[in-house]
């Protein structure tokens, strides 16, 4: 009985075309469609408004990528910050240093985990190795 409803017909009644469409059914005819040798030839664009719309959209989009990339500091988007809000590699002063070198890994520290970075020329090799961290 659920089957049937859910499908679209009425509980006992296996016409579920019927039941469903009604006289639209019924009434369909192929010949009265337009239908001939496959597919409507008669087509015409029903959505202009909606394509230049879509155009505009999409000129829009190239525009402001263009006007962004040359007027912006697309740079910054992947730069790594210092505990400082200086960009490694980037700002000025700290052009040659574009590693980060997180110092504090303890797990109370985890939400300020980037405040203890510090932008360095290279990545330390060992633990001992403070020439890199010192450089800055």
Known sequence: MLQQLYEGG?????????????????NFSVSNSGIRDGLVNDRGCTD?????????FIASLGYLTYYGNS???VSRLIASLDGDKKFCGDDEGYKSHKYLYLTNF???NMLSLFDSGVCVN???SSSTDQAAVDSC
């Open 71 to 73: 007027n912006g500091h």
């Open 10 to 26: 009425q509980a006992g009644n296996n016409d579920r075309i019927n039941d469903k469409y009604g006289e639209e059914a019924n």
């Open 48 to 56: 202009i408004a909606c394509l230049i719309v879509f155009m505009a």
């Open 106 to 108: 303890e797990p109370s």
């Open 122 to 124: 290279s990545c330390p």
